[in-house]
């Protein structure tokens, strides 16, 4: 697609499951992020996969997340055993290259997850 | 701790008026700002940028201004029309080194009325 494309995008779970979102980048674009933006929020950093390099996981809030990227295409984000305070939209976005320029970013439309 | 704030949630302008958002910071190491703006069930796009070594940054009906020394920044839309309304993000990041470097606002939700 000409997009960064998410899914599912919206998806409602009880809590102490664990959920699964997707995204798949624009394709060539090497660089991959994660964001949440949880209710009255900034966009909040999660992990950045940049070509074959370690993913910056920094921004993981705890151990129950986790993220992959397959073939330096599609990445998976995977919350498990989700909490309530887990509810937020999560955007993907990619990029060209990392640097040179942050406005190169483009984002997807988002999942929103609702833990209940 | 939020290093960058939007203190305005929304803001309501009428069209042709001029709109005017506005971003604070408290990181002073911050020296690239960034403007995004986001359609419901769209992700953000992005919209207009300023390095720290201006104070000014026109594109179109847009404009960025930096106050370095207040830490602050805004946008100015004018004329505002109803296509503008969406909610609107500041970013900062120190160096223009990706965004896993970008810290984000809360937004601000601007409607233009016709």
């Known amino acids: 697609g000409a997009g960064v494309s998410q899914s599912p995008s919206n998806k409602v779970t009880e809590k102490g499951k664990d959920v699964e979102l997707r995204c798949d980048p624009i394709?060539?674009?090497?660089?991959l992020y994660w964001y949440r933006q949880s209710l009255g929020q900034g966009l909040e950093f999660l992990i950045y996969?940049?070509?074959?390099?370690?993913?910056?996981k920094s921004g993981l809030p705890s151990d129950r997340f986790s993220a992959e990227r397959t073939g330096g295409s599609v990445s998976t984000l995977t919350i498990q055993r989700t909490q309530q305070e887990d509810s937020a939209v999560y955007l993907c976005?990619?990029?060209?290259?990392?640097?040179?320029?942050?406005?190169?970013?483009?984002f997807g439309e988002g999942s929103w997850l609702t833990v209940v | 701790d939020q290093q960058v704030k939007q203190n305005s949630p929304s803001l309501s302008v009428q069209e042709g008026r001029i709109s005017i958002l506005n971003c604070d910071y408290t990181?002073?190491?911050?020296?690239?700002f960034l403007w995004y703006k986001k359609y419901p069930a769209e992700g953000p796009t992005f919209l207009i940028s300023?390095?720290?070594?201006?104070d000014k940054n026109e594109d179109g009906r847009f404009t960025v201004f930096l106050n370095k020394s207040a830490k602050h920044l805004s946008l100015h839309i004018v004329p505002s029309q109803p296509g503008d309304s969406a909610v609107y993000f500041c970013?900062?990041?120190?160096?223009?080194?990706?965004?896993?470097?970008?810290?984000f606002g809360t937004g601000t939700r601007l409607t233009v009325i016709p």
């Open positions: 990181n002073s190491m911050f020296d690239y």
């Open positions: 300023i390095s720290s070594i201006k």
């Open positions: 976005a990619s990029s060209l290259q990392s640097t040179g320029g942050v406005y190169t970013i483009y």
């Open positions: 394709s060539g674009h090497t660089a």
């Open positions: 970013a900062a990041s120190a160096g223009q080194t990706g965004a896993n470097n970008l810290f």
């Open positions: 996969f940049q070509g074959n390099s370690a993913p910056d």
